[in-house]
């Protein structure tokens, strides 16, 4: 009864109802690259974090800001504003904390995967940019799930946030975790969500890209099929493709990034076995 009162308001009143109802909250962990967890501490209708949205959440009658930390995020006092409903805006204020990355040096055979020729650079720019797009997107008729299971069965690998250097050159540092397992291996949909985007792209190799709601989005690269068509509902443990070793890669092995507010942070703070 209660959900059917709100939806009505919600029709009524466009401006009421923002925060959507979830049932767990991910890992809080204040450093670049992690996840803060703030409490409005007010009914806001909106958030913002260095001019992007950010995903406002109502756990168990509480209302939390769930926010993405760059990995280049500078440590100390970092704030977001929130609006309510009648204009008015409050700023809220978090510290993001020191944590140390190390250094991973790859060896790829590919030259060209280190040092695109012109032609690539264009491909490049090109796939960076539909991608950012479909990390951008922004789809309320979602409601986001943050209990994740692994989306393969392999070993997973501590190294989102890496400092990455190829062919002894410095890189972006690593911005997703590495499951290895064998090429072939099932993928599957860690949580609910619509195919946003798939692509055969020039480092990620064979993509997907699936909307959980409320910016919170993920990535599938390096794929050897991809199961699943663009605009697809699926459900938490369905199928969406296998493991390969398309694109940049040293072996076969999925690559899993999860983006918040279009932050790639680490994927491990959204695990529950
Ligand atoms: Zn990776």
Same mark, same amino acid.
């Given at each position: 009864?209660?959900?059917?009162?709100?939806?009505?308001?919600?029709?009524?009143?466009?401006?009421?109802?923002?925060?959507? %109802?979830?049932?767990?909250?991910?890992?809080?962990?204040?450093? &670049?690259?992690?996840?803060?967890?703030?409490?409005?501490?007010?009914?806001?209708?909106?958030?913002?974090?260095?001019?992007?949205?950010?995903?406002?959440?109502?756990?168990?009658?509480?209302?939390?800001?769930?926010?993405?930390?760059?990995?280049?995020?500078?440590?100390?006092?970092?704030?977001?504003?929130?609006?309510?409903?009648?204009?008015?805006?409050?700023?809220?204020?978090?510290?993001?904390?020191?944590?140390?990355?190390?250094?991973?040096?790859?060896?790829?055979?590919?030259?060209?995967?280190?040092?695109?020729?012109?032609?690539?650079?264009?491909?490049?720019?090109?796939?960076?940019?539909?991608?950012?797009?479909?990390?951008?997107?922004?789809?309320?008729?979602?409601?986001?799930?943050?209990?994740?299971?692994?989306?393969?069965?392999?070993?997973?690998?501590?190294?989102?946030?890496?400092?990455?250097?190829?062919?002894?050159?410095?890189?972006?540092?690593?911005? $997703?975790?590495?499951?290895?397992?064998?090429?072939?291996?099932?993928?599957?949909?860690?949580? &609910?969500?619509?195919?946003?985007?798939?692509?055969?792209?020039?480092?990620?190799?064979?993509?997907?890209?699936?909307?959980? $709601?409320?910016?919170?989005?993920?990535?599938?690269?390096?794929?050897?099929?991809?199961?699943?068509?663009?605009?697809?509902?699926? %459900?938490?443990?369905?199928?969406?493709?296998?493991?390969?070793?398309?694109?940049?890669?040293? $072996?076969?092995?999925?690559?899993?990034?999860?983006?918040?507010?279009?932050?790639?942070?680490?994927?491990?703070?959204?695990?529950?076995?």
């Amino acid at each position: 009864m209660r959900r059917i009162l709100l939806c009505c308001a919600a029709l009524l009143c466009p401006f009421f109802v923002h925060a959507v %109802e979830v049932t767990s909250l991910p890992v809080a962990s204040n450093v &670049p690259g992690g996840v803060a967890i703030v409490e409005t501490a007010m009914t806001a209708t909106e958030g913002h974090y260095r001019n992007d949205k950010i995903m406002l959440v109502d756990f168990e009658g509480t209302q939390y800001a769930i926010i993405g930390i760059p990995l280049n995020a500078a440590i100390g006092e970092h704030s977001l504003t929130l609006e309510s409903a009648d204009g008015t805006k409050v700023t809220r204020l978090f510290t993001v904390q020191d944590k140390l990355y190390v250094e991973q040096r790859l060896t790829i055979t590919n030259e060209r995967q280190v040092n695109p020729n012109n032609d690539d650079m264009v491909r490049i720019n090109r796939e960076s940019a539909e991608m950012n797009e479909a990390f951008s997107s922004w789809d309320e008729t979602l409601q986001p799930v943050f209990a994740m299971r692994a989306p393969v069965d392999g070993v997973r690998s501590s190294s989102f946030g890496l400092k990455r250097f190829f062919n002894e050159q410095p890189r972006a540092p690593h911005s $997703g975790m590495d499951i290895a397992a064998p090429e072939g291996t099932p993928i599957y949909a860690p949580a &609910p969500g619509v195919v946003r985007s798939t692509g055969e792209y020039f480092f990620n190799g064979n993509t997907i890209i699936l909307d959980h $709601g409320h910016g919170l989005i993920s990535l599938y690269c390096h794929m050897n099929t991809i199961d699943v068509a663009p605009g697809t509902r699926v %459900e938490a443990g369905e199928q969406i493709g296998k493991v390969g070793q398309t694109g940049r890669v040293t $072996g076969p092995h999925l690559h899993w990034s999860i983006n918040l507010n279009n932050v790639r942070v680490d994927p491990a703070l959204f695990i529950q076995d």
